[in-house]
């Protein structure tokens, strides 16, 4: 019998959560990304073999990169507890909009942040063994074990080094 769920392979991920129990250490993760300028707002972001462009004609912006990885996180935080749980999702759907003001940005003034201001997003979910309430629940969670909501809703120490080439 196929432990397939959701495009999750539900036993592997029981047992990588068993082992990470075992073991929390190989919980913490130092994530080594590199950026180089391209040209205009152009940047390219690599990370091993796979790589990136953010800003530019064509390609996404940082914020919406930023507000798409929030996206895309809340997506895999429901898809992984769906599968946890047993719930055969047949559709899940996000929709945000993140509201922000590029005054600083563009030297136009100070206030207000140049960061996101909030961010509002919609999700429609639907599964064939589940309840309404067993659907909220999984939303819910998003809330408390979001890597990524939690990084944009909380100050992270920041420290820029500089070298000249």
């Known amino acids: 019998m196929t ?4 495009g999750l392979d539900a036993k592997e991920l029981e047992n990588d959560i068993n082992m ?4 929390p250490s190989r919980c913490r993760i130092a994530q080594k990304l590199q950026a180089e300028w391209v040209g205009g707002y152009r940047a390219r972001i690599y990370f091993g073999d796979r790589e990136l462009y953010i800003g530019g004609e064509g390609n996404f912006s940082a914020m919406a990169v930023t507000h798409a990885s929030l996206l895309a996180c809340e997506i895999g935080v429901i898809a992984q507890y ?8 047949e559709e899940l759907k ?14 136009v003034g100070n206030d207000p942040s140049p960061g996101f201001q909030k961010i509002n997003f919609n999700v ?11 659907l909220q629940d999984l939303v819910k969670i ?18 820029l080094n500089f070298e000249i080439m």
Request: with cysteine; proline share 5%; hydrophobic share 35%.
């Open 3 to 6: 432990s397939i769920l959701n």
């Open 20 to 23: 990470l129990k075992n073991n």
């Open 82 to 89: 769906a599968t946890l749980r047993g719930i055969e999702l």
């Open 94 to 107: 996000i929709e945000g909009v993140g509201d922000f003001d590029i005054t600083r940005l563009m030297n």
């Open 124 to 134: 429609k979910i639907k599964a064939k063994n589940a309840t309404p309430e067993q």
């Open 142 to 159: 998003c809330e408390t074990v979001s890597p990524v909501g939690d990084t944009i809703t909380r100050e992270v120490p920041f420290k």
